[in-house]
Structure formats: C-alpha cells, structure tokens
C-alpha cells in the first residue's frame, strides 16, 4: 500500500539560507500534519492542514510557512535558517472518512544546517 | 508537568523477556498512538487506541480511559525489537487533530 512520502529526505543547508521540504500523503487523505523532532527531543506538532485550509497551528516560527495544494501535498517553507532548525520533519497524513482519523507518517527529512 | 508521560525512560533487556512500557496523561483524549522510531528516525504507527485492547503479533497495548493511563507490551522480546517507543496522543478539545508526545522509551534488547 501507498504510504506518506517525503522529499527530500537529507537536507544540508547554511544558516540564513531558505528549504522547501515536500510531503506526498497517503492517496484518499485530505489532512497533512507537520511534526519537527529536535535532537533527542520528542516530535513537536507545527502546523495541519485540511482540504486545503489551515485547520491548526502549533510552535511553528513566523520564518517558517506551509500550504497545502490542489492534490493535497504539502510543502512547508523555511526562510532565515538558524542552526536551532536543525531536526527531523516529519509529516502525517489521515483521512477525515476514516472515523478514528488515524495519522500515518512518512519517513522525514533530515534537514541539518551549518 | 508533561501532558504526556512515559515509563521508563531507558529499558534493557535480554531476548525472550515480557516488557512493559507505561504511558500516563493528563487530558482528555479522544485516542491515543504508540508509535515506533528506530534509529534512522522513520516512526512507525503501532496501535491507535480508543478504548480497551488491541493486539498484532507479539505486541499488545491496552488503555484505561478512566485512569488516563495505556500500557504498551511486548512478550518473548528480540533484539530487532529494540527501538524508541513513543506514546502521542489526540486530545478531545483540539481541533485538526495533532498528536502531543511523550517523551519515547528507549528498548535495547540484548541477545
């Protein structure tokens, strides 16, 4: 079965620079869930989105944006890279059909900035 | 004081070993995940749990509503079971659904 696909999945960049991370959900699901996990820290929600729309907002930074597009992937932006953004993004897809609206999460992308 | 908390933190064992690994919170939920992480860093959803007890394999998770605790087992561990287990859960009052984590349980299963 399809799963949530992210891209890129390694990411090096410099401080000050911009990112764009990719997120592919799973085929049918119309929510995308950001999570950014820290070094040795545990996942923290950024931001969702349903059908297109912002549905909730989490600690994500003014530097950084995201949207979500007509085939419901989802690209989240980064702007003025601090060596503090360095972590694992991940995203989560579900389906508002399904009644538990279980999240299902892709890989991440690790993005390190130097 | 964590919305979510996890016992223990670090867990060591030998191969063959029952394991449990506890999750307490402190909202109301309306489910609650316990999820993978190997060291690559993919997560891997295990349960979604609403209510009693869900078993696959050799894992089963149960959740008590009432006493805002779930517990996650493992029977005749292995080594290739070791990874973090991270208890997240979906609180009943937050629209769009996030999950709010504990803080993983890191599993070594020793040969």
């Known amino acids: 079965a399809a799963g949530v696909i992210q891209s890129p999945r390694h990411l090096i960049k410099e401080k000050r620079e911009t990112a764009t991370l990719k997120c592919y959900p799973i085929?049918?699901?119309?929510?995308v869930y950001w999570y950014q996990q820290g070094p040795g820290q545990d996942p923290q929600f950024l931001i969702s989105f349903y059908e297109k729309m912002q549905s909730d907002k989490g600690s994500i930074p003014d530097r950084f944006s995201a949207q979500q597009f007509s085939d419901y992937h989802s690209e989240l932006n980064m702007s003025s890279l601090e060596l503090g953004d360095s972590a694992l993004y991940f995203c989560?897809?579900?389906?508002?059909?399904?009644?538990?609206?279980?999240?299902?999460f892709g890989p991440g992308t690790r993005l390190t900035v130097l | 004081k964590n919305e979510v908390e996890q016992s223990p933190q670090n867990l060591t064992a030998q191969e063959g070993e029952f394991i449990t690994i506890n999750c307490s919170y402190s909202?109301?939920?309306?489910?609650l995940h316990w999820l993978q992480q190997h060291p690559g860093g993919g997560i891997v959803s295990l349960f979604m749990?609403?209510?009693g007890k869900k078993k696959h394999g050799r894992l089963i998770a149960t959740i008590n509503i009432q006493e805002k605790h779930s517990s996650l087992h493992i029977t005749a561990s292995h080594p290739r079971d070791s990874a973090v287990y991270i208890c997240a859960v979906r609180g009943r009052e937050t629209s769009g659904s996030r999950l709010t984590f504990g803080e993983g349980t890191q599993l070594t299963v020793n040969p």
């Open positions: 909202v109301g939920i309306s489910a």
């Open positions: 989560a897809s579900s389906s508002r059909d399904n009644s538990y609206n279980e999240q299902f």
């Open positions: 085929p049918r699901h119309d929510t």
């Open positions: 749990l609403s209510s």
